[in-house]
């Protein structure tokens, strides 16, 4: 139960935060699609999570104690889901485009949203954002004490930082792979020429 507590209200927060970054960015993301299309990925991939954990393990793992409050929120929830399955590819556009780019079970599939029964603009997107909103908010509801619980029992799981990498000989490496390649071309009769960049490194910075 508190892990998967955790896990929708992971899901539901990068939804939220994608979401404000959309809002204030609009007029930008009219103007690019490519931030559009990133960002409508991640919501998709982000939703899907959540989707699988509701039906999932946030059902199949809950402990007896917890059983008929889940069930009762699930049915209050219902309603909600409905709407939210109307687009029904939502799990396989993210398997092909998102997770697993542009291949269905190793089969080529074109890129096309217009295929795919999920929402396809800014309006649509708001609207699957807020019903997934207001499924989140009927569970967080009925769990938040379970909740603050779940986020303090995660908390204790997190290991500590490792050390600070060392960057020292990150040039003379970037060096080394481009005589590498450089090599490796010749022998091949290419007339490639690789080109790296050398970084002010983070203990060199004035």
């Known amino acids: ?3 998967s507590l955790f896990i929708l209200h992971k899901c539901q927060l990068n939804i939220d935060r994608l979401w404000k970054l959309i809002e204030v960015s609009e007029g ?5 699609s490519d931030y559009a299309l990133l960002f409508t990925y991640h919501i998709n991939l982000e939703a899907v ?9 946030f059902v199949s793992r809950t402990e007896t104690e917890y059983a008929i409050r889940v069930k ?25 485009i998102i997770a697993h780019p542009w291949r269905d079970r190793g089969k080529f599939v074109v890129p096309n949203t217009g295929y795919y029964n999920i929402p396809r603009n800014w309006f ?16 967080r509801i009925e769990f938040l ?16 930082p490792p050390p600070p990498n060392n960057y020292s000989n990150l040039n003379a490496d970037h060096l080394r792979m481009a005589n590498e390649v450089g090599d490796i071309c010749k022998t091949l009769g290419k007339n490639y020429g690789l080109k790296v960049i050398q970084y002010i490194l983070p203990n060199e910075e004035k």
């Open 1 to 3: 139960m508190l892990e």
């Open 72 to 96: 009762e929120v699930r049915k209050i929830t219902a309603p909600i889901i409905k709407r939210i399955n109307r687009w029904k590819d939502l799990e396989k556009f993210r398997n092909n």
């Open 145 to 160: 004490e379970e909740l603050q619980t779940a986020i303090e029992y995660i908390s204790t799981l997190q290991t500590p």
């Open 124 to 139: 649509e997107i708001a609207v699957f954002v807020n019903l997934l909103k207001y499924t989140w908010s009927m569970i």
């Open 49 to 57: 999570s959540f989707l699988d954990e509701y039906n999932g393990d």
């Open 28 to 32: 930008e993301l009219n103007s690019n």
